[in-house]
């Protein structure tokens, strides 16, 4: 990445100042870039590999490259905007498997946390605890209604388990399971 230095070596404070300005300019026309260390290596990758100024116009360029090569992990605001499709290919191609007890996939982890524009922090965090699911809470294990064996309740995760028993909508172990 060429950052206009005539020399190799430390950074004097005059160019340190324009590429934070630089920076700063880009960040206020993009709002929807979520600053997460995956995204920065990205970016940084990017402009070292294509030999690019450090400009807001080719920081832009980079962005919009990246996203559209779905290298870049979406901010809350650019969730809420995706379709299902469109962030389920992002996260198979970028995300973090999560794997159940058999080594099947069973969704994926962001590479770095999505809180930026999220909206859900805000609209929650008054709703009772007792009132939220698990986060990793899933409809689709068909749990409710299933009775488990004494040994296969006991091999489950504690994943699992809790979901087992939001679904059965249960505050503490039935008798037949201790």
């Given at each position: 990445?060429k950052?206009n230095?005539?020399v190799?070596g ?11 300005r ?16 995956w ?9 070292e ?8 116009e080719?920081l ?7 996203w ?16 299902a ?9 970028i ?8 080594g ?33 809470y ?33 505050s503490?172990l039935?008798d037949?399971?201790?």
């Open positions: 990445m950052l230095t005539p190799e430390p950074i004097d404070e005059k160019t340190l100042a324009r590429l934070k630089e920076t700063e300019e880009f960040m206020r026309a993009h709002p929807d870039y979520l600053l997460c260390e995204n920065r290596d990205a970016v940084l990758t990017y402009m590999t294509h030999d690019l100024d450090w400009t807001r080719n832009a360029k980079v962005y919009a490259t990246l559209k090569q779905m290298r870049l992990v979406p901010s809350g605001a650019q969730l809420n905007s995706m379709s499709n469109e962030v389920k290919e992002r996260a198979e191609k995300g973090i498997p999560k794997h159940d007890d058999f099947r996939v069973r969704g994926y982890d962001w590479p770095c946390p999505i809180e930026q524009n999220s909206g859900y922090a805000e609209s929650n965090y008054r709703v009772p605890r007792a009132e939220l699911r698990p986060i990793n899933d409809t689709s294990m068909a749990l409710k209604g299933y009775k488990p064996s004494k040994r296969e309740f006991h091999i489950w995760s504690s994943d699992k388990m809790t979901s087992w028993m939001w679904a059965n909508e249960l503490s039935p037949y399971l201790r």
